[in-house]
Nanobody
Framework: QVQLVESGGGLVQAGGSLKLSCTAS????????MGWFRQVPGKEREFVAI????????GYADSVKGRFSVSRDNAKNTMFLQMNSLKPEDTAGYYC?????????????????WGQGTQVTVSS
């Protein structure tokens, strides 16, 4: 069973950048489509970005399109989320997730494996 660990979160000023990583242990990432989601306390977890098993296809929530970029390195069992032009409303816990298959979607219930999350705080 694959285990996912996020890293790279922190405190950044509005307009700044962060790069999150999601690393797998106990298995490889190559069989899985992957996604990034985020959650603010008291609110539902929401979709941020998805990437296909090969990395050839990606998708983004409208709120982050043009600012965030998802990628993966299957040889290193790692997925990334490059976040640029960060806004205070991007403040949240960020979670990576995996599901078997070529490509995923934004439906949380379709993902089998989740990391514990990394906090991103954007100050104004």
């Amino acid at each position: 069973q694959v285990q996912l660990v996020e890293s790279g979160g922190g405190l950044v000023q509005a307009g700044g950048s962060l790069k999150l990583s999601c690393t797998a242990s106990g298995g490889t990432l190559s069989p899985y489509a992957m996604g990034w989601f985020r959650q603010v306390p008291g609110k539902e977890r929401e979709f941020v970005a998805i990437i296909s098993r090969s990395g050839a296809s990606t998708g983004y929530a409208d709120s982050v399109k043009g600012r965030f970029s998802v990628s993966r390195d299957n040889a290193k069992n790692t997925m990334f989320l490059q976040m640029n032009s960060l806004k205070p409303e991007d403040t949240a816990g960020y979670y990576c997730a995996a599901r078997p298959g070529y490509y995923g979607d934004g439906n949380i219930s379709n993902y089998n494996y989740w990391g514990q999350g990394t906090q991103v705080t954007v100050s104004s």
